[in-house]
């Protein structure tokens, strides 16, 4: 991390930095459906590059959902598939959101996330129904998600991109997210940063910082 003084945008992963999330869950959910175990569940998963592939817009819903099928070669629904899917997503502390709506006083505040259609609707649903947040993409200045961009971290494409929308220099940004990869590859480029190591939340230490 470098100075403070320089920084002139904060931005944020959204997994496991804004709201908390549990893959193992997801792994859980269709291994339950599907009487085959976690494991292979993870293999299968891995071997299709169903994230990358999905969280980067190669599928639209429908035919994610009919990848899904195929490489588990099992007929779910689509219902069944969702809610499998969404089973990852699990809460937003409040407290993360007040200190936003006070630090998008003071700085230009982005979300940077590798995800996809799916779980961004569900989110939706979630901050209206806990929140009442119309559209929680309002929270932040812009919005910077894969599966529109057609990029992913840690791809260095992804953070040029951020770079050249926000009209900053990269020592100028200060990133936040869960994943040292993704740190490492934002870091390369110039760009400030602090690993999140859930259950640690950001609120701390920024509080600290900005």
């Known amino acids: 991390m470098g100075s403070k003084s320089t920084i002139k945008a904060v931005v944020f992963d959204f997994g496991n930095v804004i709201i908390n999330i549990d893959v193992e869950k997801t792994i859980l959910a269709f291994s339950e459906l599907t009487f085959k ?4 569940i993870k293999q299968l998963f891995a071997d299709a590059e169903v994230f990358k592939k999905y969280e980067t817009g190669f ?3 429908d035919e994610f959902r ?25 809460d937003v502390p409040k407290k993360r959101l007040d200190f936003l709506e006070s630090l998008k ?9 590798n995800t996809n259609n799916i779980h961004i609707e569900q ?35 992804i953070y040029d991109a951020v770079i050249s929308k926000v009209s900053l220099k990269p020592h100028e940004i200060l990133f936040l997210d869960d994943n040292q990869d993704n740190i490492d590859a934002a870091s390369d480029l110039g760009i400030q940063c602090i690993k999140i190591n ?12 900005l």
């Open 198 to 209: 859930p259950p640690e939340c950001f609120t701390e230490i920024l509080e600290h910082i």
């Open 105 to 113: 006083m003071k700085y230009p505040i982005y979300l940077l996330s």
């Open 59 to 61: 599928y639209s819903d």
């Open 66 to 90: 009919d990848v899904i099928r195929q490489i588990l070669s099992y007929p779910l629904n689509d219902q069944e598939i969702d809610q499998a899917w969404n089973a990852l997503l699990l």
């Open 123 to 157: 989110c939706k649903q979630y901050f209206r129904t806990r929140f009442g947040i119309a559209n929680f993409e309002s929270i932040f200045n812009e919005t910077f998600l894969s599966y529109k961009m057609g990029l992913w971290k840690p791809d260095y494409k």
């Open 37 to 40: 175990s976690p494991a292979r």
